[in-house]
């Protein structure tokens, strides 16, 4: 068949910590990332058997500016091809922009899945991790598309195994944030330089229970929270809206947001609290999800 279908999850960041500055200007971190399922997500479908393109619908698909991400998959690949056209891309963005939840390394990594899957001659040719951390911290993690602990500069991936699904809501202010919104948190939160005394983060224990679980992440946060609720103030309203919800046992942001999640007792609990912001505050992206 000559059309390939692979979706993009959105990323969540259930914890994130940054444990300094290198001398190149990236910062290591450490994060537990899950993905959601149940909810909305990007749409990436590959015609191999069409003119080489892309195409890009659905309701975010204007908030997309400048370079798409997808074109750099693209041309990274071209030369493996051996003059092949890889064929249209077309995405359905359905998953805000610049959201904090990973969308165009989730949509890239997608389309890396899709073209993995229709050129096999390829499956052990290319370096796909290297491919994928050349794109973006964030678009290893993404690749692999399991919960993972993060660390490096995204780089260096440990599959997490034992956790249980967890019941979450995702709200996004649907707010304009700066081009470079993310460099900015960054300035703002003046990490430290990473040196031989960088204490490791240790990971957060994996827990059967539910409950058991959230009360564990409950003990991390996301270091950078403080600062991107500088360059999008919204944050601060949507965590505690968030946080006030009947059943929400856990509020934190993603990446550097601007979306936020919600951990709540049970899917039923999550669900009425999306119904909820979502009628009190109709601009909000809302999503009940499990995240896992």
């Given at each position: 068949m000559s059309i390939v279908v692979e979706y993009a999850r959105p990323k969540v960041?259930?914890?994130?910590?940054?444990r300094g500055r290198r001398g190149d200007g990236y910062h290591e971190l450490a994060s537990l990332v899950a993905f959601a399922s149940g909810g909305p997500t990007d749409r990436i479908e590959l015609d191999t058997a069409a003119p080489s393109g892309i195409r890009v619908e659905g309701p975010f698909a204007?908030?997309?500016?400048?370079?798409?991400?997808?074109?750099?998959?693209?041309?990274?690949?071209?030369?493996?091809?051996?003059?092949?056209?890889?064929?249209?891309v077309t995405l359905d963005k359905n998953l805000p922009v610049a959201a904090g939840v990973g969308g165009?390394?989730?949509?890239?990594?997608?389309?890396l899945r899709a073209l993995r899957r229709a050129f096999p001659d390829l499956a052990t040719t290319i370096d796909w991790q290297a491919l994928a951390l050349s794109l973006?911290?964030?678009v290893p993690v993404c690749l692999a598309g399991t919960t993972t602990w993060m660390t490096g500069i995204g780089e260096t991936l440990a599959p997490v195994t034992g956790m249980p699904a967890l019941a979450g809501v995702l709200v996004n202010p649907c707010v304009a944030v700066p081009?470079?919104?993310t460099a900015r948190v960054f300035r703002i939160l003046a990490a430290p330089a990473l040196s031989n005394?960088?204490?490791i983060t240790a990971a957060p224990r994996t827990e059967a229970n539910p409950a058991r679980q959230i009360a564990e992440l409950s003990r991390f946060e996301n270091a950078l929270t403080a600062a991107a609720a500088q360059v999008v103030p919204q944050i601060g309203g949507v965590l505690t809206a968030l946080a006030d919800c009947e059943g929400c046992r856990l509020a934190?942001?993603?990446?550097?947001?601007?979306?936020?999640?919600?951990?709540?007792?049970?899917?039923?609990?999550?669900?009425?609290?999306a119904v909820a912001l979502q009628r009190s505050h109709p601009g909000w992206w809302v999503a009940a999800t499990t995240l896992g």
């Open positions: 960041n259930l914890t994130l910590a940054i204007s908030a997309i500016v400048g370079e798409n991400l997808l074109q750099r998959v693209l041309d990274r690949v071209a030369p493996h091809l051996g003059g092949r056209s890889p064929g249209t165009g390394s989730a949509d890239a990594a997608a389309l973006g911290a964030d081009p470079d919104k005394d960088t204490p934190r942001l993603s990446g550097a947001g601007p979306t936020a999640f919600g951990l709540f007792d049970d899917a039923t609990s999550a669900e009425n609290a």
